[in-house]
């Protein structure tokens, strides 16, 4: 990757940015509404930033789930959850749909997938981590196509 400087998106057309994040703050009142723990919220942030490739949505949400007091250990085996203990069947279900949602390309939401999500989750909340999903997808989208610069 270059570091060769990219017209930030957000900021040559702020309405439509301005847009996104009025979305993101109505699935935050959704996600909280469908009863999903604030942990889990933000896990999910960071897996689909890692799926994305997004440092920056990296940074920021792994800042904020450590500020939440979110356990240091679930964010180190997040990208291995499948493998751990760290994870409820609640956190399980929507990891894996939120996987399946931000891997679209690869073969969009499969029946296995939602019905394992639908298994363990209620409407509201498969409802909930889809837009949340959905929401984090736009944001890393927005953040890499600009290049939002992530300093040490």
């Not at 679209?104 to 909340?125: I, K, N, R």
Request: charged share 20%; glycine share 4%; proline share 5%.
């Amino acid at each position: 990757m270059t570091n060769s400087p990219r017209v930030n998106i957000g900021k040559q057309h702020s309405a439509p940015y301005k847009a996104l994040i009025a979305l993101s703050s109505e699935v935050d009142e959704t996600t909280s509404a469908a009863g999903l723990d604030p942990f889990l919220v933000e896990l999910v942030k960071i897996r689909t930033s890692q799926i994305n490739g997004c440092s920056f949505c990296l940074r920021m949400h792994t800042r904020d789930a450590l500020k939440k007091g979110e356990n240091p250990d679930r964010i180190a085996v997040l990208p291995a959850w499948e493998e751990t203990g760290y994870f409820s069947e609640t956190d399980r279900a929507a990891l894996r749909l939120t996987e399946a949602i931000t891997c679209v390309p690869d073969g969009h939401v499969s029946d296995e997938d939602y019905d394992a999500a639908a298994a363990v989750l209620t409407a509201d909340q498969i409802s909930a981590i889809a837009w949340l999903a959905t929401v984090m997808n736009a944001f890393n989208r927005v953040a890499i196509t600009s290049r939002y610069p992530v300093e040490a």
